[in-house]
């Protein structure tokens, strides 16, 4: 039987839409159906500028195309502000949804989100592409390797990137009202989910913000830094900003091994992506060299990760749509861990102190 | 004119003599003449075991090495709690000083060893290797540049190994009556000289160590972390550790560059030493890939980093023996700073909170 195809729609022409309708069209198992903007004009410029097929419907507003009976998942990249009204919807409308990040504001409203999926039925999944790149998977193999990396002891994450002077006036992420959460909601998610990914979702017991982000003149994080703190003495910190040049790193240090990538968000390139791993590291005789010397891993990429997120996501859409299945609840449950930390660095910062993490 | 060899006096029979003996036999202007320890029959074997010339003078005392007269120059490996009594009684003997790190348990103890240095006009140097290998240079030179770096505002360091359980019962870096400091005095000191030495030296103005240090049963540190603020809003975290896998990052991240290597203190290779760049990097168009990708640079290291530092250190010495020059500041300088930043930390984890820099 062949692979019954997912059709999406896309709810806002933001730039990262670009990105995503073209991995919706490389995935074998989907295919891009409708776009909606808030003006048809905008929705038409939109597709034409990305060489949309002919068949992708143009809507001009995002109830058409929830509205659209021939659409089973949606792709939302709204601005986080608007993501609990659009979400919400489109769960009650039986779409799928594939919603950008940060997926809220904060994790009550994401919770109404979740609620509203598990209500219809509905897949949830957050876009945090780098998560299905196959490199990941070889990482976690690396990482939950009892004798080559051992109990993890320390993570850093860095996601940093020198906004130009355009975004730093107008991009959604410096605006309040719409991504409110700044450079944390935006870079910091991703430092936050390697740290996650790191501690095999084991939440922190402890937040500690440095006291010192930048702030726009609105108000909005433009750098940030934090550390994590966990029952069992593993600690993490990162650093996210959109002040200075762009830096992806990802190093956990285990009572055995040592894992470094420094492109964990974006792969340097799109075919292979690297990581780099030290297990048992020592030094020569007279302490003047390594031994074992670090090895670099190379992980062909078949499909650009976001494209392998498309395929996993359309593949559980599948699943439920043709054999019954249930949600699978690992992606929100790796969401709604995401933002829960989120929040409270988030109120470390407001608050100037340690916060401890609820459930 | 042939270049004056200056005539070391090692002081302690310690493991790390063993390089640094090495290093003064490689070095093209140094000569090892004579080794002291607390037996005769102690500094006999430490001469055998690592092949010394049957002119190196053996010593059953660190006094007769200090009261020898063909000695020019001393190397002091002792534990950090007899650093301030040998180091002072050196000075005072007329011989320049070659000092192992952490080199005092406090800076008022530091201070007193520099007065000694001065009064005697002798040159003090602290035993931070990598400081002298030519890829430090090299790495200076692209944290200089306006263009290719511009401002620093983030850096993570990290030095950790994994002690073993002798280690962990018998080190003097384990015991509170000889390398009191433990993993911060040993570990910690490269990860605040490194800081220092990307944010060129300046001092933070505060220091937050992470409340969640592990100690030993005596209460030395065996790991812990912190991060340093800058009153321009530079940020750093370091983590130091002797219980998980080895590892020596820094990562220094500027407004227009990225800097990156992971093994600062002993090089992956004696031969040669690399680290990695990126400036103004950025995405292709569909934001899939980098564009400039990463640069590799390998600096050839035509002497070991340690017959660098014993070149320069000797250097310095004939200076003063042969032209009348004065001692050189800028090496004290440093060693003062590390350890302001290395006791401000310390107060920071005993007090648990944060702590506000003096000078």
């Known amino acids: ?20 309708s073209r991995a919706i069209a490389l995935a ?13 004009e905008k929705a038409s410029k939109f597709a034409s500028d990305n060489g949309f097929s002919p068949h992708v419907k143009i809507y001009g507003s995002y109830e058409a195309v929830l509205d659209d009976p021939e659409i089973d998942a949606v ?59 196959p490199r990941t998977a070889k990482m976690k193999e690396f990482l939950s390797d009892a ?16 906004a130009d002077s355009d ?21 910091g998610w991703y ?13 922190p017991k402890r937040v500690i913000a440095l006291p010192n982000p930048v702030l726009n003149e609105l108000g909005v994080i433009l750098s940030c830094g934090c550390s994590l703190l966990w029952e069992d003495g593993k600690v993490a910190t990162f650093h996210c900003s959109f002040l200075s040049n762009l ?29 780099s791993t030290c297990s048992k590291s020592g030094f020569n005789d007279l302490v003047t060299g390594w031994q074992p010397l670090p090895s670099k891993h190379i992980v062909p990429t078949d499909l650009p990760q976001e494209a392998h997120m498309v395929r996993e996501f359309s593949h559980l859409v599948k699943e439920i749509k043709l054999n019954g299945s249930k949600p699978e609840k690992k992606w929100p449950t790796i969401t709604r861990k995401t933002q ?15 916060v401890e993490l609820g459930q």
Chains 1, 2 share one sequence.
């Open 75 to 133: 792709y939302v990249p709204l601005p986080t502000s608007l993501h609990l009204r659009w979400a919400v919807l489109a769960a009650e409308k039986k779409k799928h949804l594939l919603l950008e990040k940060p997926v809220a504001l904060n994790v009550a409203e994401f919770d109404k989100i979740l609620e509203a999926c598990e209500a219809n039925g509905v897949q949830f999944m957050d876009g945090t592409m780098w998560m299905h790149n």
């Open 28 to 40: 074998p198992n989907a295919t891009l159906s409708a776009i909606g903007s808030r003006s048809l």
């Open 247 to 275: 830096t992806m790193d990802v190093t956990a240090i285990g009572t055995n091994g040592t894992l470094h990538l420094n492109d964990f968000i974006i792969p340097y390139v799109e075919k292979e992506a690297y990581f």
């Open 191 to 203: 430092c936050i989910r390697s740290i996650l990914f790191a501690a095999n979702y084991e939440l």
């Open 167 to 187: 975004f730093l006036a107008n991009d959604i992420r410096v605006k309040p009202d719409l991504d409110g959460l700044g450079a944390l909601g935006d870079a």
């Open 147 to 162: 004798d080559k990396f051992g109990q993890l002891k320390a993570v850093n994450s860095v996601f940093s990137f020198a």
């Open 340 to 354: 829960l930390v989120l929040d409270a660095v988030k109120a470390s910062l407001d608050r100037g102190e340690p």
């Open 1 to 20: 039987m062949a692979d019954t195809i997912i059709r999406f729609g896309i709810i806002g022409a933001a730039d990262i839409a670009r990105k995503v």
